[in-house]
């Protein structure tokens, strides 16, 4: 990427049918560092930036909000939501969220657009500035849904339900939500932040939220790290157990379906919360959704909740569960409740289907390209490149995230793909000769998909500069 002050040229990632990423040039508005470097948009891919507000109650801070829609989709059913967590870091992650050929994966089975805000909030400036949306935020991500419904055709995303995702300070800005929305959540998932429901002394600048006085039947699942609390009760993010537990019991004790999902491994990281948090959201948007566009979300079904004790990692049937249900682990249905007992145990969330095979495989100037869409259960690890029947290469080469299961992508702290974006792309060291290629889609469960119908139209073979 080349910067010029005041403007910058960069090349442009366009997502296709596949989340396949092709080279472009444009040239946009520069920001602020560090968040001036970010792939930029094009259809299916679209943006909008605020500039921070001066007006009282306004949001302090600016703001990307990038949004990928799926190609095909004629109608928006909703808008699943990946918020990052509160600093310069975590805030600056948040602008690849929207490529994340993973997430894209559960926001296509269900005719939903990908949203990934990026709050441009400087390193010791104060996360609630944001993270509490009665802060501005609330109004600039409803603002933001309907100026990107108007740019990209779709109306309508200012009116669908959302699935919230949120980590750290963006679990309090998504649990919040679904306090000043209910109606409109169909559900949300908190990685290590939830909001506070009563002052805390430690933390007297935030202001507490108060819980609906109707019950509103919003799937919620509370996601700490074992190390903030739980096991380990000292350090920075010791807190976040004690947090969890307080909110968990208050909208529990009135028979709201919530959960908590302890993550055996981690910290204040992500880990590999995405294996079971894309299969809960899947299994929570397959129940709400509404039936037709414009339509009420659905409750969730009473008879096919699991329950769990809040620690434990063993899940039965609501009906057959020992003890006090308002004080027990809510999980939707056995599917999930089974997966949730793996992940309970060690993050190993099992999966059986492989991914689905490459496809579009061509080949210029010995430089090999496809598309590839990610496994909804496991996304993808690497690609296998066969030549001429045999196996040439794997792409990435050596497998490498320090926060989780390997990702084709990448894995940043707050759970989205690395920069720069990387591209469906191998360059065969050969030249001078046909060759005849095809790709294997490798799943983070180490399942391999069909390989794809070789290069070249019908499986013709191509050489340089074809």
């Given amino acids: 990427m080349r910067y010029k002050r005041g403007m910058m040229t960069c090349l442009r990632w366009s997502s296709l049918t596949a989340g396949v990423l092709a080279l472009a040039i444009r040239t946009v508005p520069a920001q602020n560092p560090p968040y001036d470097v970010f792939p930029p948009a094009e259809p299916p891919v679209y943006r909008v930036r605020y500039e921070a507000s001066a007006e009282p109650g306004g949001l302090a801070f600016p703001v990307n909000y990038t949004i990928w829609i799926p190609p095909g989709a004629k109608t928006l059913r909703g808008v699943i939501v990946h918020q990052h967590g509160c600093g310069e870091g975590s805030c600056k992650s948040g602008l690849t969220g929207a490529y994340d050929l993973h997430w894209q994966a559960l926001a296509r089975a269900h005719d939903c657009a990908l949203l990934a805000p990026a709050y441009e909030q400087p390193e010791k400036a104060e996360c609630q500035k944001w993270c509490d949306p009665r802060n501005g935020s609330d109004a600039a991500f409803r603002r933001c849904l309907a100026d990107l419904g108007a740019r990209s055709g779709h109306p309508e995303m200012a009116t669908v339900p959302w699935a919230l995702w949120g980590h750290s300070g963006g679990g309090h800005w998504a649990g919040a939500m679904v306090l000043l929305h209910p109606g409109r959540v169909a559900a949300a998932w908190l990685r290590s932040g939830v909001p506070l429901l009563a002052a805390n002394p430690e933390r007297p600048t935030i202001k507490p939220h108060a819980l609906p006085d109707a019950p509103f039947g919003v799937p919620i699942m509370c996601n700490p790290g074992t190390k903030e609390g739980v096991t380990?009760?000292?350090?920075?993010?010791?807190?976040?157990?004690?947090?969890?537990?307080?909110?968990?019991?208050?909208v529990r004790a009135r028979g709201e379906p919530i959960?908590?999902?302890?993550?055996?491994?981690?910290?204040?990281?992500?880990?590999?919360?995405?294996?079971?948090?894309?299969?809960w959201l899947d299994a929570c948007l397959r129940a709400r959704l509404p039936e037709t566009p414009?339509?009420?979300?659905?409750?969730?079904?009473a008879g096919a909740a699991w329950l769990a004790p809040v620690g434990g990692t063993e899940a039965v049937p609501a009906a057959s569960f020992q003890g006090d249900p308002l004080k027990a682990v809510w999980l939707p249905d056995g599917a999930v409740a089974r997966l949730w007992m793996q992940y309970a145990k060690d993050t190993a969330v099992a999966d059986t289907t492989p991914p689905s095979a490459p496809v579009n495989v061509r080949v210029t100037d010995n430089v090999l390209t496809w598309e590839a869409e990610a496994d909804l259960e496991s996304g993808i690890a690497r690609f296998i490149i066969e030549r001429d029947g045999q196996v040439l290469a794997r792409v990435p080469e050596k497998d490498a995230n320090p926060f989780g299961r390997p990702l084709f992508q990448g894995l940043q702290y707050s759970d989205t793909p690395v920069q720069p974006l990387v591209p469906m792309r191998y360059a065969d060291a050969v030249p001078g000769r046909a060759h005849a290629y095809r790709v294997i889609a490798v799943n983070t469960a180490g399942l391999q998909s069909a390989p794809s119908a070789p290069n070249g139209k019908d499986g013709k073979r191509m050489g340089a500069g074809e």
């Fill in 232 to 250: 380990v009760k000292e350090g920075r993010f010791k807190g976040v157990w004690p947090a969890n537990e307080a909110f968990f019991g208050s």
């Fill in 259 to 279: 959960g908590i999902a302890i993550d055996p491994l981690t910290s204040h990281e992500c880990g590999n919360q995405r294996y079971l948090a894309i299969r």
């Fill in 294 to 301: 414009g339509g009420a979300l659905r409750p969730m079904p």
